[in-house]
């Protein structure tokens, strides 16, 4: 993106705060020690990574710092999560997760179907994209191992009861996890006096680096790490620590408290604000996932009998980032899986497209979306078959579908 | 972020021809909401000339669609409908400089288009040519007759490039074994490659990952035949090194326009890392030549050639 460029898929990624940036460089140079090392190189990196444990832990609301393990981020703690559950449980052989996960859950749920003979419950979401509570409970059973449920969608911002899930889970004996990247930072949390047992997080998402995250895993909860060898992180993740990546998520964990208010107010204030006017100035539009339960700082709406991928190049010769669930983006033939599970008619499924806002997000920057999004749709509609003149869509029956 | 070409970029940005053309005697209706992407070719044609004297598009799709599309329009205005038959998705593909092949099906989506706006035109029924052909990809609706098109005209000859170029097997899957049968029955009556299975090492997936390159702009191939088969050997002779620290070796066997034959030998052959060190040369030919060539092993030498 240029300097000017507005940035509205911080779902995706976000800017290292410069806050951050300045408590990671000196680690690169003047305290560049092995935290494990005797001498005083090492002890002066070794109190860094403590004092990030901790801003991790208060964020979390965590009861003891030990229960935060630093990974390389949310793929990692997903994975490990899983595997740690099922190595530890290794009678039990079915696995509760829903249909709305990231690719980091699905992909090895679908593997550890096909290739390790473990059965995989994915609850359903209805056209809001909540889930099916019946569905869910009735999935629980003494078989089941872990439920990986996550706690809001990337894609829609929409949020689940993660608390009555979790609760749910325990009852059942199942360990409960969630994929909270997207939640946390976001939405205030005490896991000292929640059911959840484990939870991912990645820094990249809220102001740090790529490459650092971190999978809390409640004391007691019977562990198996997925990368054996040095006693780092007590030997639940070996590997010399990515120090400055930690201390960056430290220093970011410590802003993201700071700023949770502002993301639950201003942030969503100018959300809404944006949404709105797309609404007001846009006919055939509409917004996914379930608005009146959702992250402060996303909004997807889908712009009927127009594609993404086509809205997202238009938006970028803007200047404007955002992102789409359209099958084009991604290479993919398919609009997104979580679209197609909340029914969303391929209509406006391949038009899907996702706003995602920031602490750094304006009202300047929102003003100047809003006025060139209803030109940008306007554009691809008048080359649509699929739309006429008029307004509305009308009547196209091609040779072959 | 895909990687367009300019053209891509300025068809789609400012796509000619669109929009709706009162006037047509030749409409062409292809795609469909639920694939993603649709295009509605219409055409004004002379009856006494055959002359296609306007055309406009309607395309719902990504950019490369609308660019596709365009393009279209631009390349077929001024030709005889017997002439714009010969149009493939491959011209229109090459016309805007290649497409990601991820992206091919677009072009292929504008043969189509074109082929039913013909058949219209005619007072064809092109919807029972169409279905002559066994529904194969039931999820984008792609037929036989269709594959082998887009298998004879592109020279395809894996699995992957055939659900690049016609998206067929991109969504559920189940179809491949069918995709596979298809792709075997054409490719045994060319004559061409046998299929992935049988393949020598290095081929497969170096047409997958560039079946069209942006042309280069600055060289516009102005070498005398000499000088390129010379600038091939020294860049050959450039690699040797490199290769035989290994243990292995590589020897330029003959050069066909833009195929270039090479032989691994010493360690190399049978290696299992020779796809790569094939990729490698390539990469290294396509550096020293500016325009976009294809190595393959000697063992692929057209029979008698």
């Known amino acids: 993106m240029t300097a000017q460029g507005i940035y509205l898929d911080n779902n995706a990624t976000t800017r290292v705060d410069p806050e951050v940036l300045a408590e990671m460089l000196p680690l690169f140079t003047e305290q560049f020690g092995n935290p494990s090392s005797m001498h005083g190189f090492g002890a002066a990196v070794g109190g860094k990574i403590e004092w990030a444990r901790k801003q991790v832990q208060a964020l979390l609301g965590a009861a003891h710092d030990s229960e935060i393990v630093f990974t390389s981020g949310g793929t990692e703690s997903d994975n490990t999560a899983i595997l740690s559950v099922l190595e530890a449980y290794p009678k039990k052989k079915s696995i509760v997760t829903s249909v709305v996960e990231h690719p980091a859950v699905l992909a090895l749920c679908d593997y550890l179907e096909k290739k390790r003979g473990y059965t995989v419950h994915r609850i359903g979401v209805d056209n809001r994209g909540n889930l099916d509570l019946d569905a869910?409970?009735?999935?629980?059973?003494?078989?089941?191992?872990?439920?990986?449920?996550?706690?809001?969608?990337?894609?829609?911002?929409?949020?689940?009861?993660?608390?009555?899930?979790?609760?749910?889970?325990?009852?059942?004996?199942?360990?409960?996890?969630?994929?909270?990247?997207?939640?946390?930072?976001?939405?205030?949390?005490?896991?000292?006096?929640?059911?959840?047992?484990?939870?991912?997080?990645?820094?990249?998402?809220?102001?740090?680096?790529?490459?650092?995250?971190a999978l809390y895993v409640k004391r007691g909860l019977r562990f198996r790490p997925m990368l054996r060898g040095g006693h780092q992180e007590r030997s639940r993740r070996a590997g010399t620590e990515n120090a400055p990546g930690i201390v960056g998520l430290g220093a970011a964990a410590q802003l993201a408290l700071m700023h949770m208010t502002d993301e639950n107010t201003r942030v969503k204030a100018l959300r809404d604000k944006l949404e709105q006017a797309i609404l007001a100035a846009v006919p055939n539009c509409f917004v996914t996932g379930n608005p009146a339960n959702r992250l402060p700082?996303?909004?997807?709406?889908?712009?009927?009998?127009?594609?993404?991928?086509?809205?997202?190049?238009?938006?970028?010769?803007?200047?404007?980032?955002?992102?789409?669930?359209?099958?084009?983006?991604?290479?993919?033939?398919?609009?997104?899986?979580?679209?197609?599970?909340?029914?969303?008619?391929?209509?406006?499924?391949?038009?899907?497209?996702?706003?995602?806002?920031?602490?750094?997000?304006?009202?300047?920057?929102?003003?100047?979306?809003?006025?060139?999004?209803?030109?940008?749709?306007?554009?691809?509609?008048?080359?649509?078959?699929?739309?006429?003149?008029?307004?509305?869509?009308?009547?196209?029956?091609?040779?072959?579908? | 972020m895909w990687n367009y070409t300019d053209k891509v970029k300025e068809h789609f940005f400012n796509p000619k021809n669109a929009g709706a053309l009162d006037e047509a005697n030749a409409v062409g209706e292809v795609g469909s909401i639920t694939c993603g992407d649709a295009l509605k070719l219409m055409m004004k044609v002379n009856p006494d000339s055959q002359v296609i004297e306007d055309a406009k598009?309607?395309?719902?799709?990504?950019?490369?669609?609308?660019?596709?599309?365009?393009?279209?329009?631009?390349?077929?205005?001024?030709?005889?409908?017997?002439?714009?038959?010969?149009?493939t998705n491959r011209d229109i593909a090459e016309y805007l400089g290649g497409l990601p092949p991820e992206k091919m099906h677009c072009s292929v989506m504008g043969a189509e288009a074109l082929r039913a706006a013909i058949a219209n035109f005619k007072g064809e029924e092109w919807v029972d040519d169409h279905e002559e052909g066994e529904l194969v990809c039931k999820c984008f609706g792609i037929d036989a007759a269709m594959i082998e098109r887009a298998v004879t005209v592109n020279s395809l000859t894996t699995l992957e490039e055939v659900t690049h170029y016609t998206k067929a097997g991109g969504s559920c899957q189940t179809c491949h074994e069918k995709i596979e049968e298809v792709l075997e029955a054409v490719l045994a009556k060319t004559g061409a490659l046998a299929p992935p299975k049988a393949h020598a090492p290095g081929t497969v997936g170096l047409d997958a990952i560039k079946p069209l390159a942006p042309k280069a702009e600055a060289t516009p191939a102005k070498l005398t035949n000499v000088q390129r088969m010379q600038k091939i050997m020294f860049a050959i002779e450039e690699l040797r090194p490199q290769i035989q620290r290994d243990g292995g070796d590589v020897e330029l066997v003959d050069i066909d326009g833009k195929d270039i034959y090479v032989r691994l030998t010493g360690a190399c052959s049978g290696c299992s890392q020779s796809a790569g060190t094939m990729m490698g040369v390539q990469a290294k030919l396509v550096e020293a030549l500016g325009e976009f060539v294809r190595v393959k092993p000697a063992s692929l030498l057209p029979v008698g050639a």
């Open chain 2, 57 to 87: 598009f309607q395309t719902f799709g990504c950019g490369s669609a609308i660019a596709s599309s365009s393009a279209l329009t631009e390349m077929i205005i001024g030709k005889t409908v017997d002439e714009a038959l010969a149009v």
């Open chain 1, 136 to 213: 869910y409970k009735a999935a629980l059973g003494p078989d089941v191992a872990i439920v990986s449920i996550m706690w809001a969608n990337n894609e829609t911002g929409t949020i689940f009861p993660i608390e009555e899930l979790a609760q749910l889970a325990k009852a059942a004996g199942a360990v409960f996890h969630t994929d909270a990247v997207q939640a946390v930072g976001k939405i205030p949390m005490t896991l000292a006096t929640s059911a959840v047992d484990m939870l991912s997080l990645s820094g990249h998402k809220l102001h740090a680096p790529k490459g650092i995250g």
């Open chain 1, 297 to 401: 700082n996303t909004c997807n709406v889908a712009f009927e009998y127009i594609e993404g991928e086509a809205i997202l190049l238009l938006l970028n010769e803007a200047g404007i980032a955002a992102s789409s669930g359209s099958a084009c983006t991604s290479g993919s033939l398919e609009p997104s899986h979580v679209m197609r599970a909340m029914g969303v008619p391929y209509t406006a499924a391949h038009g899907a497209t996702r706003f995602s806002l920031s602490r750094e997000t304006t009202e300047e920057e929102i003003d100047r979306v809003i006025a060139v999004v209803p030109g940008i749709i306007a554009k691809l509609r008048s080359l649509s078959p699929y739309w006429s003149q008029a307004g509305a869509p009308k009547e196209f029956a091609p040779v072959y579908s």
